[in-house]
């Protein structure tokens, strides 16, 4: 039985496996590196956070996104967005050098047994462990507006379901939000030449705007102190503080979460998107309805009028909640027995990460709704990583390596440097 199973190996899943390999944990990690990054992003999106907050995390601190910036000859700089795809691979040069070796196979179920979990695999395989981190990312809790549901995805899609817009070229293509996701992909599928729109509830499209100089006068950087969320003393708190966030009452935290750092679009973005996409505000869709090969959306404004728009596809770049409904793969009785955030459906977390199952872990977006919004960037998978690891050693006994775990000294491909990484089944 190991020690711990690591569920995910995105930015979260693969920084709790560094630490956990460093304190010499038996451990095994499951999922396709970076998965999100790689398989739900089409080519020419950028990083929205700067790079020097979007480091993954091991103890050292000695691969992050700067020293792999220097492999490539190039240098990640402050206000200078960074290609998605280099992101991607960022992160799995990090996987080859701070983590064990990643088993690629999904995990389909985590039930709780005598001492720990059974997990099963894909293709049937059981494995078993005393302790479980969840880094499942976002895609189990994609949000798709009620009257797209139905809809078969020749019709409707969700953002995150595209590595490739191409197969829009010269269609009509109606996106719904007001986030990052919805003003990118819609400046995307114009500049390819898709007819695009953009629908919104909100009355106004929110931009950031370019971030000051990392260096500046002590005052104004009291002022509006940088942080991993953008500047300012709130997102500082956010960013800094999250175990503060987590000592405030339920409905709070679950009100926060829901409403800090609402929908807006990147600084460099703007100059592209204005002039090229057709923008409607203050508008939702009331009913979607397949016609002649199209869809006919029924738009319904804040005022009360309502408005016909036939198009090709609609995608719902209508962002992710985390919630226990939506995860899937947990046991039904284990899922029923979890304390949740509140009034949502999110589990709460301990100040190490800790469900209210023995054992059961949480980290990235489904520990948001517990320690606030930096759980939904990847500013936050230090904080994580550090935390979570110190929870999994005090559940399985002092000295952390609780099955006796024998740590192991890995080569990398043609490099010298040596990496401890635990020896697993």
Same mark, same amino acid.
Request: glycine share 12%; charged share 20%; net charge neutral.
């Given at each position: 039985?190991?020690?711990?199973? @690591?569920? =995910? #190996? &995105?930015?979260? =899943?693969?920084?709790?496996?560094?630490?956990?390999? #460093?304190? !010499?944990?038996?451990?095994?990690?499951?999922?396709?590196?970076?998965?999100?990054?790689?398989?739900h992003m089409p080519p020419g999106m950028f990083l929205k956070s700067e790079p020097w907050a979007s480091n993954l995390s091991d103890p050292k601190g000695a691969f992050g996104l700067a020293a792999y910036a220097a492999t490539r000859g190039a240098e990640a700089r402050h206000g200078v967005p960074l290609p998605v795809g280099f992101f991607a691979s960022y992160g799995l040069w990090f996987a080859e050098r701070a983590a064990p070796p990643v088993d690629e196979r999904t995990i389909t179920?985590?039930?709780?047994?005598?001492?720990?979990?059974?997990?099963?695999?894909?293709?049937?395989?059981? /494995?078993?462990?005393?302790?479980?981190?969840l880094a499942v990312g976002v895609m189990p809790f994609i949000d798709i507006p009620a009257p797209l549901r139905g809809l078969a995805p020749e019709q409707a899609t969700h953002s995150s379901h595209h590595a490739d817009l191409t197969r829009f070229t010269g269609r009509d293509v109606t996106v719904i939000g007001a986030g990052q996701a919805a003003l990118e992909t819609a400046a995307l599928l114009a500049e390819q030449g898709t007819t695009v729109r953009v629908v919104a509830r909100s009355g106004r499209l929110n931009w950031n705007t370019l971030p000051p100089p990392r260096q500046r006068p002590l005052g104004q950087s009291a002022r509006a102190p940088h942080t991993g969320?953008?500047?300012?003393?709130?997102?500082?708190?956010?960013?800094?503080?999250?175990?503060?966030?987590?000592?405030?009452?339920?409905?709070?935290r679950a009100?926060?979460?829901?409403?800090?750092? =609402?929908?807006?679009?990147?600084?460099?973005?703007?100059?592209?998107?204005?002039?090229? /996409?057709?923008?409607?505000l203050g508008e939702s869709v009331a009913a979607a309805v397949p016609a002649n090969g199209r869809l006919r959306l029924e738009l319904i404004a804040?005022?009360?009028? @309502?408005?016909?728009?036939?198009?090709?596809?609609?995608?719902?770049?209508? &962002?992710?909640?985390? !919630?226990?409904e939506r995860l899937g793969l947990l046991d039904g009785e284990l899922t029923g027995a979890l304390r949740t955030v509140g009034s949502t459906s999110a589990p709460e977390a301990s100040a190490v990460f800790e469900s209210s199952h023995p054992g059961l872990f949480l980290a990235g977006l489904l520990s948001a709704p517990s320690f606030g919004p930096s759980m939904r960037f990847v500013y936050g998978a230090s904080y994580t990583a550090e935390r979570l690891v110190r929870g999994v050693r005090r559940r399985l006994g002092a000295g952390g390596g609780g099955s006796g775990a024998r740590v192991t000294v890995r080569q990398r491909r043609g490099e010298g440097e040596a990496v401890p990484t635990p020896t697993v089944s």
């Open positions: 039985m190991h020690d711990l199973v @690591v569920v =995910g #190996a &995105g930015p979260y =899943g693969l920084s709790i496996a560094a630490h956990a390999a #460093a304190a !010499g944990l038996d451990l095994r990690v499951f999922g396709r590196p970076m998965a999100s990054w790689r398989d179920s985590v039930r709780p047994c005598p001492g720990g979990f059974r997990l099963t695999t894909e293709d049937g395989a059981t /494995v078993l462990a005393r302790t479980v981190a969320l953008g500047c300012g003393w709130k997102n500082w708190l956010y960013a800094e503080t999250p175990g503060l966030f987590r000592r405030l009452q339920e409905e709070t009100r926060v979460f829901t409403s800090a750092l =609402g929908p807006a679009g990147a600084w460099w973005l703007r100059e592209r998107f204005e002039p090229a /996409v057709e923008v409607r804040n005022t009360g009028r @309502v408005e016909t728009v036939e198009t090709d596809h609609v995608i719902a770049a209508t &962002g992710f909640t985390p !919630g226990l």
